[in-house]
T-cell receptor
Framework: DADVTQTPRNRITKTGKRIMLECSQT?????MYWYRQDPGLGLRLIYYSFDVKDINKGEISDGYSVSRQAQAKFSLSLESAIPNQTALYFCATSGKGNYSTDTQYFGPGTRLTVL | QQQVKQSPQSLIVQKGGISIINCAYE??????FPWYQQFPGKGPALLIAIRPDVSEKKEGRFTISFNKSAKQFSLHIMDSQPGDSATYFCAALYGGNYQLIWGAGTKLIIKP
């Protein structure tokens, strides 16, 4: 079984709809991240969480919100989806220890299309 | 100021050749420089990483060269193989908030 899972894997929705992307991990890691990937732009950090009670905005948090329901679960919500949120979304986790040399482990991604 | 600039955007190399991908940064607060490899339909995975106190790190056919004064680092893939065909991302960790700043990616194709 995969260590980091994301659901759904693909989603098509309409402008204005609320949508939630979910991430679960079995690695026992404390730190979790949400990124979006756009062609030619690399990965950009949306939100990150260093533990259940710690949520931080990333580079591009506007239009998104998150919930850390448990150590193993981190959800990303788009309250009112817009077409420029069409992208590939990745969840990642990293473990305890030295923040400065963390390896991030990525899920398989969710391809979101907003019409 | 927090950008990491990666080049080229795409690269085609013959099997057995050397693939070279370059990255440059501005912020001297970056203190950890990983490279990630991404295959189609998968998330990125750590390939190799370096701290700025060393100039080179080698793991098998993959080598990072780091030039602190020029604020540049590069990935070299020796004896490139078709299985190395993937998208490669450089990144830099900002020590102030432990965020990874990513390059735009390089799509590498190794021709048999």
């Amino acid at each position: 079984d995969a260590d980091v899972t994301q659901t759904p894997r693909n989603r098509i929705t309409k402008t204005g709809k609320r949508i939630m992307l979910e991430c679960s991990q079995t690695k026992g890691h404390d730190r979790m991240y949400w990124y979006r990937q756009d062609p030619g732009l690399g990965l950009r950090l949306i939100y990150y969480s260093f533990d259940v009670k710690d949520i931080n905005k990333g580079e591009i948090s506007d239009g998104y919100s998150v919930s850390r329901q448990a150590q193993a679960k981190f959800s990303l919500s788009l309250e009112s989806a817009i077409p420029n949120q069409t992208a590939l979304y990745f969840c990642a986790t990293s473990g305890k220890g030295n923040y400065s040399t963390d390896t991030q482990y990525f899920g398989p991604g969710t391809r979101l299309t907003v019409l | 100021q927090q950008q990491v600039k990666q080049s080229p955007q795409s690269l085609i190399v013959q099997k057995g050749g050397i693939s070279i991908i370059n990255c440059a940064y501005e912020n001297t607060a970056f203190d950890y420089f990983p490279w990630y490899q991404q295959f189609p339909g998968k998330g990125p995975a750590l390939l190799i990483a370096i701290r700025p106190d060393v100039s080179e790190k080698k793991e098998g056919r993959f080598t990072i060269s780091f030039n602190k004064s020029a604020k540049q680092f590069s990935l070299h893939i020796m004896d490139s193989q078709p299985g190395d065909s993937a998208t490669y991302f450089c990144a830099a960790l900002y020590g102030g908030n432990y965020q990874l700043i990513w390059g735009a990616g390089t799509k590498l194709i190794i021709k048999p």
